[in-house]
């Protein structure tokens, strides 16, 4: 009886603080609720609006009128957009390859609470805390074909040196070792951490069944692993599509167009030729191609896991 009479005094009392906290709740989310209306749908609804628009600012202070999809088509028939969509799934691709693979690598090789690899992967981070502008604007002094550092350690071994920055396909490469050396330490702290949440039992199950080091990682540990891994991928995925300033300090898209991404492309179309309408159609098309990637991943995950 008195059990009874506690557990409905306890519902009451439960009751009563839901219903005094209410108006307090309502009071805080609302506002918050609309700071996020106001500071992301209006921008999307405001861009899709500018999208089936014709509007350079050269040309007229005021959007022309309404055009349709005609912005749309022109983008998708332009050759510099076809060519920015390549170059970001080049880059962004060889990117994630390297960094995927050299940040489990670093990991596995970092191992250890030791003061030594303590040391060592706080020193692997460093490239990850630099801004990108000025990692961009090192990174071309030190790939300069004439007096870069690079070129002249190569010639120390006898190797001729490229063109790094004025050639269209070494341009790209140059952007990939630059995303690599600046992210691969995201991917590392993100392993090393992974890593040391896995059980300890199951490696020494893994042991004691005489599994070398190989077929553990490959059987225990990365199936483990892989849904962070799937995680770090689609980050990394995103900041690399979503890349501007190191490009910008690098190589300036250049030679010609050859490192021009959708984000450099879209930057030069809105804010260099001010061609309003056509920016906001490139974005949408670039908001649907990333959400698209990240999907494929997604549904991978899914399938897999």
Same mark, same amino acid.
């Given at each position: 009886m008195a059990s009874s009479v506690a557990t409905k005094s306890s519902s009451s009392t439960s009751n009563w603080h839901r219903r005094h906290d209410l108006p307090w709740l309502v009071a805080f989310v609302i506002p918050a609720f609309l700071i996020v209306v106001a500071v992301q749908f209006y921008p999307l609804a405001y861009s899709a609006y500018l999208s089936v628009q014709d509007w350079v600012l050269t040309e007229s202070q005021t959007?022309?009128? &309404?055009?349709?999809? =005609?912005?749309?088509?022109?983008?998708?028939a332009d050759d510099t957009f076809r060519r920015s969509v390549r170059n970001s799934v080049y880059?962004?691709?060889?990117?994630?390859?390297? =960094?995927?693979?050299?940040?489990?690598?670093?990991?596995? $090789?970092?191992?250890?609470?030791?003061?030594?690899?303590?040391?060592?992967?706080?020193? $692997?981070?460093?490239?990850?805390?630099?801004?990108?502008?000025a990692a961009g604007t090192l990174w071309r002094i030190l790939l300069n074909s004439r007096?870069?550092? *690079?070129?002249h350690l190569l010639s120390l071994?006898?190797?001729?040196?490229? +063109? !790094?920055?004025?050639?269209?396909?070494?341009a790209i490469v140059s952007v990939v070792l630059l995303d690599t050396w600046q992210w691969t330490p995201f991917v590392l702290l993100v392993v090393s951490a992974a890593i040391a949440s896995v059980p300890s039992d199951l490696l020494e199950v893994a042991?004691?069944?005489?599994? %070398?080091? !190989?077929?553990?990682?490959?059987?225990? +540990?990365?199936?483990?692993?892989?849904?962070?891994l799937l995680l770090t991928l689609v980050f990394r995925m995103l900041? %690399?599509?979503?890349?501007?300033?190191?490009?910008? %300090?690098?190589?300036f898209g250049g030679p010609g167009y050859s490192t021009y991404t959708l984000t450099y492309y879209i930057y030069t179309l809105g804010l260099r030729?001010?061609?309003?309408?056509a920016?906001?159609?490139?974005?949408?098309? &670039?908001?649907?191609?990333?959400?698209?990637?990240?999907? *494929? *991943?997604?549904?991978? =995950?899914?399938? +897999? !896991?």
């Open positions: 959007p022309k009128g &309404f055009v349709g999809l =005609q912005n749309f088509a022109a983008e998708l880059i962004t691709g060889g990117a994630l390859a390297l =960094q995927m693979t050299l940040g489990i690598c670093l990991a596995y $090789l970092t191992m250890g609470s030791s003061w030594r690899m303590r040391a060592i992967r706080t020193l $692997l981070i460093l490239p990850m805390v630099i801004a990108p502008v007096a870069g550092l *690079v070129n071994i006898g190797v001729k040196g490229p +063109e !790094w920055l004025a050639s269209p396909d070494w042991a004691i069944d005489g599994a %070398s080091r !190989w077929k553990t990682f490959l059987y225990v +540990e990365l199936p483990l692993l892989m849904p962070l900041e %690399s599509l979503l890349s501007l300033d190191s490009i910008y %300090s690098l190589t030729s001010f061609n309003f309408g920016a906001a159609a490139s974005s949408w098309l &670039f908001m649907i191609f990333a959400s698209v990637s990240i999907g *494929v *991943v997604f549904w991978f =995950q899914r399938r +897999e !896991w």
